[in-house]
């Protein structure tokens, strides 16, 4: 079937080492999208990528940083975690812009010591 | 700027009730969009509305979209425990790309 991949699901790491969440499809879809959702909140949009364009949101940390090597996968990487980043991560895509439906991975659950 | 307002924030309802969850969004939009959370877990596709006078059903779930008056609503009905979860809703507008989310509604179906 068709899907959004996320691994690791869950994710550990130390107060200020970098990690890398990965996202994978195989939708073919051109737009994939990072969220940051915290408890009990909406999920925030931190960028996401048309083809191979980059675009950022303008209140996403310099901290968060992403790479898209192809069509298929997508990296999000922090560079220092700090506590307040601990979250779930949420990679989504879909086909186009314009209103099209977003279909989300299941996740990576980030927690930061 | 975009605004969504989700309502009521929090839910708490007997099995066999029913009940509406209403979304009102600030601007122009023929899209809306309804996910449904579980604790810990992604988002589910629930409901697509793509334009006015939509509705659509899927099994107790019900999602209406009114674009004249910017509202789409979510009903409830004979409401059981399997549907205690996190509800969103989200529309594009003002822009080709970003979705726009409400606070979301958390559902708790008590026995």
């Known amino acids: 079937d068709a899907m959004v991949i996320q691994n690791p699901r869950y994710q550990v790491t130390q107060f200020g080492k970098p990690v890398t969440l990965s996202c994978s499809q195989t939708l073919n879809h051109n737009v994939m999208y990072w969220y940051q959702q915290k408890s009990s909140q909406a999920p925030k949009l931190l960028f996401h990528y048309y083809d191979k364009d980059f675009n950022n949101e303008a209140d996403t940390p310099d901290n968060f940083q992403s790479r898209r090597p192809n069509t298929s996968f997508c990296f999000l990487d922090i560079r220092s975690p700090g506590l307040g980043d601990a979250a779930m991560y949420l990679c989504a895509t879909s086909s186009r812009y314009r209103g099209v439906e977003q279909f989300f991975g299941p996740g990576t659950r980030l927690t930061v010591l | 700027e975009l605004k969504v307002e989700q309502n009521p924030l929090f839910l708490s309802m007997q099995e066999g009730k029913n009940y509406t969850i209403y979304c009102n969004y600030s601007?122009?939009?023929?899209?809306l969009y309804w996910y449904r959370q579980d604790p810990g877990k992604s988002l589910e596709s629930l409901f697509v509305l793509l334009s006015n006078g939509a509705v659509k059903q899927e099994g107790r779930l019900m999602a209406s979209l009114d674009t004249k008056a910017r509202l789409s609503t979510l009903h409830i009905t004979a409401a059981v425990h399997d549907l205690s979860a996190t509800y969103f809703c989200?529309?594009?507008?003002?822009?080709?790309?970003?979705?726009?989310f409400g606070k979301g509604t958390l559902l708790t179906v008590n026995p």
């Open positions: 989200a529309f594009f507008g003002g822009s080709n790309y970003k979705l726009t």
């Open positions: 601007t122009t939009s023929d899209r």
